[in-house]
């Protein structure tokens, strides 16, 4: 059975930063999409960074482009998101997850494996 497991979330000023990790167990990850998404009360789930299935591309939101960066570490099993320069609107519930198939994708309906997110509040 696979488990993603979140941790790194907290309370945080604005401009301040924050590393979110992702460790994963059941199945290695070194051949699947990985990526991160948030949700933020009241919205849908959203698009934060991913990689392609076998970590070569990375892509962004452009709402974080510049200030994020995501790391695969494949003999770890784990996916982290450094987040920098932090805003008020980058307050959300962080989920990382496994995707199938070949290539890099954005949207929630290719990841089938879910972590149960950890919360990033960031204050003005």
């Known amino acids: 059975q696979v488990q993603l497991v979140e941790s790194g979330g907290g309370l945080v000023q604005a401009g301040g930063s924050l590393r979110l990790s992702c460790e994963a167990s059941?199945?290695?990850?070194?051949?699947?999409?990985t990526g991160w998404f948030r949700q933020a009360p009241g919205k849908e789930r959203e698009f934060v960074a991913a990689?392609?299935?076998?970590?070569?591309?990375?892509a962004y939101a452009d709402s974080v482009k510049g200030r994020f960066t995501l790391s695969r570490d494949n003999a770890k099993n784990t996916l982290d998101l450094q987040m920098n320069s932090l805003r008020p609107e980058d307050t959300a519930v962080y989920f990382c997850?496994?995707?199938?198939?070949?290539?890099?994708?954005?949207?929630?309906?290719?990841?089938?494996?879910w972590g149960q997110g950890t919360q990033v509040t960031v204050s003005s």
């Open positions: 997850a496994l995707g199938y198939g070949l290539g890099l994708f954005r949207e929630t309906q290719r990841y089938d494996y």
């Open positions: 059941g199945r290695p990850i070194n051949n699947r999409p």
């Open positions: 990689t392609s299935w076998d970590a070569g591309r990375i």
